[in-house]
T-cell receptor, first 113, second 115 residues
Framework: DSGVTQTPKHLITATGQRVTLRCSPR?????VYWYQQSLDQGLQFLIQ???????AKGNILERFSAQQFPDLHSELNLSSLELGDSALYFC????????????FGPGTRLTVL | AQKVTQAQTEISVVEKEDVTLDCVYE???????LFWYKQPPSGELVFLIR??????QNEISGRYSWNFQKSTSSFNFTITASQVVDSAVYFC????????????FGTGTRLQVFP
C-alpha cells in the first residue's frame, strides 16, 4: 500500500458526460501528479500540483482540468467525455517534488460508453 | 529530447530462470533520475528503485538487481530465480531534475513467469 488513495476505483459513464476523480496524497506529501494510462498512448503525464499551485503541465486536454485543495487532496475533472478518454488514471504524490520518488495510487479505471 | 525505450514488449520464462529487462534512455540533462516500477495484474504501479545520474553503483535487493551504465545510457533490471509472482508489466522511467518533476515512461515489458 503506497499510502495514496484514489476514488472511485471504477467509473462507467457515457460520451458527453463530466466526471471527477479524487486523490489523497500520502501524509506529508505536498506534490500531486496525474497520469493517464491507455493502450495506445501508454503512461502519460498530465499535470502536477505543488502545495496548491499548478507546477507543470503535460499532455492534458483542454477538456480536462485539475486542482489541489488546501488539505492537499486533488481532483481531476474530465468533461465532454469521448470514447478515447477511456483509460486508467493514476495519481501519484511525492514529498517535495523533484528529487523525491513518486508513489502511485491504485488508479481509477474510466470507461466511456 | 528525453525518451525511454524498452525494446522487449513481452518476455516469457519458466520459474527459476534468470531474466533481464532492458531499458535505454535519452536525455540532454546531466542530472537525472531513473526508476523502475512494477504493474502487477491488479493494476497498481509499485515503486521498485530510483537511481540518480551520479551514482553508477549497481544495486541488489534480494532477487532483484539493477545495472546502471551511463556510457551506454542503460538501466537494466535483472530478476534472479524468477517466480510466478514476478509476472507483471515492468516500466522504466526517467525524470529530469531541471525540467519539472514529471516521469517519462517507457512502453513497458510484460513478463510472464510460468510454473
Amino acid at each position: 500500500d503506497s499510502g495514496v488513495t484514489q476514488t472511485p476505483k471504477h467509473l462507467i459513464t457515457a460520451t458527453g458526460q463530466r466526471v471527477t476523480l479524487r486523490c489523497s496524497p500520502r501524509s506529508g506529501d505536498l506534490s500531486v501528479y496525474w497520469y493517464q494510462q491507455s493502450l495506445d498512448q501508454g503512461l502519460q503525464f498530465l499535470i502536477q500540483y505543488y502545495n496548491g499551485e499548478e507546477r507543470a503541465k503535460g499532455n492534458i486536454l483542454e477538456r480536462f482540468s485539475a486542482q489541489q485543495f488546501p488539505d492537499l487532496h486533488s481532483e481531476l475533472n474530465l468533461s465532454s467525455l469521448e470514447l478515447g478518454d477511456s483509460a486508467l488514471y493514476f495519481c501519484a504524490s511525492s514529498g517535495r517534488g523533484g528529487i523525491d520518488t513518486q508513489y502511485f495510487g491504485p488508479g481509477t479505471r474510466l470507461t466511456v460508453l | 529530447a528525453q525518451k525511454v525505450t524498452q525494446a522487449q514488449t513481452e518476455i516469457s520464462v519458466v520459474e527459476k530462470e534468470d531474466v533481464t529487462l532492458d531499458c535505454v534512455y535519452e536525455t540532454r540533462d546531466t542530472t537525472y533520475y531513473l526508476f523502475w516500477y512494477k504493474q502487477p495484474p491488479s493494476g497498481e504501479l509499485v515503486f521498485l528503485i530510483r537511481r540518480n545520474s551520479f551514482d553508477e553503483q549497481n544495486e541488489i535487493s534480494g532477487r532483484y538487481s539493477w545495472n546502471f551504465q551511463k556510457s551506454t545510457s542503460s538501466f537494466n533490471f535483472t530478476i534472479t530465480a524468477s517466480q510466478v509472482v514476478d509476472s507483471a508489466v515492468y516500466f522504466c522511467a526517467l525524470s529530469e531534475a531541471y525540467n519539472t518533476d514529471k516521469l517519462i515512461f517507457g512502453t513497458g515489458t510484460r513478463l510472464q513467469v510460468f510454473p
